[in-house]
Antibody, heavy 115, light 108 residues
Framework: EVQLVESGGGLGQPGGSLRLSCAAS????????MNWVRQAPGKGLEWVSY????????YYADSVKGRFTVSRDNAKNSLYLQMNSLRAEDTAVYYC????????WGQGTLVTVSS | DIQMTQSPSTLSASVGDRVTITCRAS??????LAWFQQKPGTAPKLLIY???SLESGVPSRFSGSGSGTEFTLTISSLQPDDFATYYC??????????FGQGTKVEIK
């Protein structure tokens, strides 16, 4: 069974940093690209970042470019999102999803940016 | 950037009704479109990909159609489990992903 489990969410300070992780199991992680997608409270879905299976191709939404960094460790079946210079508008549930069309999603981890 | 516009934003329907949701892209995305269902407090679930391909395990009452800039999701006979919010998502060229704003299907 495909499983994606996010962790690392919590309360972050404006201007601060958080690192999210996504642990994958039940499929050949190294063969799939991955996406991060977020959902602000009561709002719709917003794509955040993409990373190819071999890490050679990476994309970011304009809203996070220069502040967030996506990475992966195929040996550990894990995906990461380093979030720096946090803003209040980054408050959301963050999902990792199996690419390229987001066929499977984790349960999400809540990030709250507030002082 | 490609913008996706869904209509309606909210839809009131009864069990057994035929329901249609529309998604329009700001430029052609060929058939690079998916539909998702999301229930409160849970992650989205893929229903349709490549505009009209039914994801494995999804009931056949769900269908998708369209290409270019106009797409539809149809539920042929609405079931109690189908009351949820539905999103379209474009993935043209696998370089950007954009979601529609969502359509909430409510009980009439």
């Amino acid at each position: 069974e495909v499983q994606l489990v996010e962790s690392g969410g919590g309360l972050g300070q404006p201007g601060g940093s958080l690192r999210l992780s996504c642990a994958a199991s039940g499929f050949t992680f190294r063969s799939y690209s991955m996406n991060w997608v977020r959902q602000a409270p009561g709002k719709g879905l917003e794509w955040v970042s993409y990373i190819s299976s071999d890490t050679t191709t990476i994309y970011y939404a304009d809203s996070v470019k220069g502040r967030f960094t996506v990475s992966r460790d195929n040996a550990k079946n894990s995906l990461y999102l380093q979030m720096n210079s946090l803003r209040a508008e980054d408050t959301a549930v963050y999902y990792c999803a199996r690419g390229p069309i987001n066929s499977r999603w984790g349960q999400g981890t809540l990030v709250t940016v507030s002082s | 950037d490609i913008q996706m516009t869904q209509s309606p934003s909210t839809l009131s329907a009864s069990v057994g009704d035929r329901v249609t949701i529309t998604c329009r892209a700001s430029q052609s995305i060929r058939s690079w479109l998916a539909w998702f269902q999301q229930k409160p407090g849970t992650a989205p679930k893929l229903l349709i990909y490549d505009a009209s391909s039914l994801e494995s395990g999804v009931p056949s009452r769900f269908s998708g159609s369209g290409s270019g800039t106009e797409f539809t999701l149809t539920i042929s006979s609405l079931q109690p489990d189908d009351f949820a919010t539905y999103y379209c998502q474009q993935y043209n060229g696998y370089s950007t992903w954009t979601f529609g704003q969502g359509t909430k299907v409510e009980i009439k």
